[in-house]
DNA sequence: GTCCGGCGAGACGTATCGTCTTGTCGGCCT
DNA sequence: AGGCCGACAAGACGATACGTCTCGCCGGAC
């Protein structure tokens, strides 16, 4: 029943990747299609049926390829992340004792990865089929997201044992303040996503909006 | 060639937003079809297609339609929000005096909106259409979502001339503070929506989390 | 009473779905 | 070296939804 992935062809694979991420790129996901795919490819739809259970699953695994590639060509060691409610790479977040300088650094690489074109078209398909799919969601948000995001839980941590953040904040809520906002505004194109963007946010949920 | 509006007939109308809705909740938007809608209503796909130009335009008149009729039904002047990224009613937001107390209490009034189920599926399903389709996102926000959040703005000016937020903070970044994560954490079913969250983003958005 | 246009119904050709069949080809085991 | 096995490319298949269209029907305006 379970097709051999040792017998699984990697041509193939690569080609349907490529085809996939290009489709969605030029005609948009709904009409990106496992067909065409199919087609661009130079495939048979059975060798996608067999190894995919839909295009989301397809696209998903071409977007974690693709972050895979940019990662290994920009240097350090592979992560998987991108392009969605984070930024921080692999690489932790950098500890230099000055945690809105550091803050602030990520975020702006962050906006940067959102507005990097090459990954916009997937990873906005992916984010769409994850609020109306439960299932694809929770794959999709540990795979892609929460890797990336329990690293400004660990930095924020490491701030309250400095004394930075009162300690009885809670850190998953107070990176909320950060990412979410730019993730919300990327997502529906509410407003500019640029480095001034990043910096208040930091500054606001740092010292509050109130008079200190 | 356009049609003749005043011919409109008033119970289709109904029909087909109930049909829109009560599908939509059922099995899903994606595999809610004009065709469905139209054997639902018991009318005519013609009908369907003279009036509206996509399935999604069809379910956001549905979903206006559901919220005027219950903001009618809970007594005050008519809004049109509802259920998504806002929950501050056409009422307005109070100004007690008390910041914090006010946006608490709106924004837990919002968590109840985005977890009644009778709006879930359907604002979910535009939602994830807005990802995906920049026209249809920039009518959806307009529409629904901005006036709603124009009263936060209004509320937060009030409150900086009232000396509880500084003057130079921009109300519209203070305002995602708030929002977004609510927006966010529903959207991505990325932990429980609940009024302790939305206590704990007002008390940290206003006063910040580092040490006072 | 006549006319006009929206209405319900559904036929039509096209496109994609997911499954299934056919024949080819390359790697592995003997 | 020869034979076998299973993934592969190609595409046929019935089902479904698309969006357009053509029918009568019917109700309000004149």
Same mark, same amino acid.
């Given at each position: 029943?379970?097709?051999?992935?040792?017998?699984?062809?990697?041509?193939?694979?690569?080609?349907?990747?490529?085809?996939?991420?290009?489709?969605?790129?030029?005609?948009?996901?709904?009409?990106?299609?496992?067909?065409?795919?199919?087609?661009?490819?130079?495939?048979?739809?059975?060798?996608?049926?067999?190894?995919?259970?839909?295009?989301?699953?397809?696209?998903?695994?071409?977007?974690?390829?693709?972050?895979?590639?940019?990662?290994?060509?920009?240097?350090?060691?592979?992560?998987?992340d991108?392009?969605?409610?984070d930024g921080a790479g692999?690489?932790?977040?950098?500890?230099?004792?000055?945690?809105?300088?550091?803050?602030?650094?990520?975020?702006?690489?962050?906006?940067?990865?959102?507005?990097?074109?090459?990954?916009?078209?997937?990873?906005?398909?992916?984010?769409?089929?994850?609020?109306?799919?439960?299932?694809?969601?929770?794959?999709?948000?540990?795979?892609?997201l929460?890797p990336s995001l329990e690293l400004?839980?660990?930095?924020?941590?490491? +701030? !309250?044992?400095?004394? %930075?953040?009162?300690?009885?904040? $809670?850190?998953?809520? #107070?990176?909320? =303040?950060?990412?979410?906002? /730019? +993730? !919300?505004?990327?997502? %529906?194109?509410?407003?500019?996503? $640029?480095?001034?963007? #990043?910096?208040? =946010?930091?500054?606001?949920? /740092?010292?509050?909006?109130?008079?200190?």
């Open positions: 029943m379970a097709p051999d992935s040792t017998r699984r062809s990697a041509k193939s694979r690569r080609a349907i990747y490529d085809a996939a991420l290009a489709l969605v790129g030029e005609v948009g996901y709904p009409k990106t299609t496992i067909e065409g795919i199919a087609a661009r490819a130079g495939v048979g739809k059975q060798t996608i049926y067999r190894w995919w259970s839909s295009k989301a699953e397809v696209l998903m695994e071409a977007f974690v390829d693709l972050s895979a590639q940019a990662a290994e060509a920009a240097g350090g060691a592979a992560d998987g991108a392009a969605h409610g692999g690489d932790g977040i950098p500890d230099t004792g000055d945690l809105e300088a550091d803050l602030k650094a990520v975020l702006r690489a962050t906006v940067d990865e959102l507005n990097d074109p090459r990954y916009e078209a997937p990873a906005r398909a992916l984010a769409a089929e994850g609020v109306g799919n439960p299932a694809f969601a929770e794959e999709f948000v540990a795979t892609l929460m400004y839980v660990k930095r924020l941590r490491a +701030a !309250q044992d400095a004394g %930075q953040v009162r300690a009885e904040v $809670d850190p998953y809520i #107070a990176r909320d =303040l950060f990412v979410s906002p /730019l +993730a !919300q505004r990327w997502l %529906q194109r509410t407003g500019p996503l $640029d480095h001034t963007y #990043a910096d208040r =946010l930091v500054e606001y949920a /740092l010292h509050g909006i109130a008079p200190r």
